[in-house]
């Protein structure tokens, strides 16, 4: 979830706003977000916009860590089982006295705790695996999700490049694109910044992730429609191709006009001045 500071002005400042007027889908949060911005980008005037991404010129936003809105109305949150019942079981420490573990892990680590409580009829290594059997899905369909959305800023960037005739709606197709864009990747971030991959809530999750990929896959189809059905063929082949290698890419490395020109996304951004690495790995240099 996306949780942004209100302005000074608008009261006491630092104060987090959650975005849970509208409710707790990814729809409604993307809605919240309408008119709580000042951009001016056509089509997205009064949105919030967290980062413009730089090869399809998209308003973006960023999800950031949505646990609760996904757990809510899942499996659990419906139930009343909250977030310490499964995070920080008790465990008794001198064989008396009861105190809730304060460390925050993985409660596949603690499954007798953590779920036998509630579980008892069930083994540990089932429960295990009915955890894994979601992750696993959810992981699939969440790398489905990216590489449409991938697809869809590369047909963005195709057709806002196009030179031939275009489509006599180019401009409304090309905002109505840009927006499907924002929303599919919107809710696949939902899932990718989520933390639980899945089990918090897998019909939700593996909803979101389907709704993300219809998004891309319709931006993708009003990209081609406003280029006139041009860019098509362009659009074919493995994602690999399309995408820059990611692994490949740092701030020092955009430091090099040789890199920027390496690759056709590459181009998009700025180059950097020349400066000493702040940081190698986790480690502080300067
Ligand atoms: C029914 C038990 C249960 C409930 C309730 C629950 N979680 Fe989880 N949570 C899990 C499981 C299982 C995982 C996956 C762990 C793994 O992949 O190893 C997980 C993963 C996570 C992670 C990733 C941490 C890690 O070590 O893997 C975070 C963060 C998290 N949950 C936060 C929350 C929050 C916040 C809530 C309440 C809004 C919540 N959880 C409710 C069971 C639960
Ligand atoms: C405080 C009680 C409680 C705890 C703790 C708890 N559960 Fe549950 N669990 C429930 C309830 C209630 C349901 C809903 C179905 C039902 O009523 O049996 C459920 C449903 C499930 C389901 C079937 C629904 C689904 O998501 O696929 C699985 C699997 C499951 N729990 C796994 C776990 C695991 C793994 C843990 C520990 C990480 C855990 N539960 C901890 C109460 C609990």
Not at 93 to 116: A, F, M, N, R, Y
Not at 162 to 171: A, I, Q, V
Not at 259 to 277: I, M, Q, T
């Amino acid at each position: 979830m996306e949780y942004y500071f209100q302005d000074k002005t608008l009261g006491p400042a630092a104060k987090v706003t959650f975005p849970w007027d509208n409710g707790f889908t990814p729809e409604d949060s993307y809605e919240y977000y309408k008119d709580k911005g000042s951009t001016a980008v056509p089509g997205f005037e009064g949105n919030f916009v967290d980062w413009t991404h730089a090869v399809s010129k998209t308003p973006m936003l960023k999800a950031q860590h949505p646990e609760f809105e996904t757990w809510i109305d899942g499996p659990h949150g419906a139930a009343g089982v909250t977030c310490a019942d499964c995070h920080m079981p008790y465990i008794r420490v001198d064989g008396k006295k009861k105190i809730s573990s304060h460390h925050w892990t993985s409660p596949l680590k603690t499954i007798e705790q953590s779920c036998l409580q509630c579980h008892a009829d069930k083994q540990p290594e089932y429960l295990k695996e009915r955890v894994l059997f979601t992750q696993k899905r959810t992981w699939e369909q969440l790398l489905i999700a990216q590489e449409n959305s991938v697809r869809a800023h590369e047909a963005i960037r195709l057709a806002s490049e196009y030179e031939g005739e275009r489509h006599p709606d180019y401009d409304s197709l090309m905002i109505q694109a840009r927006e499907l864009i924002r929303k599919g990747q919107w809710f696949w971030d939902m899932v990718s910044a989520e933390n639980s991959v899945g089990f918090h809530n897998p019909v939700k999750v593996v909803e979101t992730l389907a709704r993300s990929q219809q998004y891309s896959n319709e931006a993708v189809r009003l990209a081609i429609q406003a280029a006139n059905y041009a860019i098509g063929p362009e659009l074919e082949g493995d994602i690999k191709d399309i995408v820059p290698p990611i692994m490949e890419h740092s701030r020092k490395l955009q430091q090099s006009q040789a890199h920027l020109d390496s690759h056709k996304w590459l181009r998009y951004l700025p180059l950097l001045p020349p400066a000493e690495p702040l940081w190698d790995g986790q480690e502080k240099l300067r």
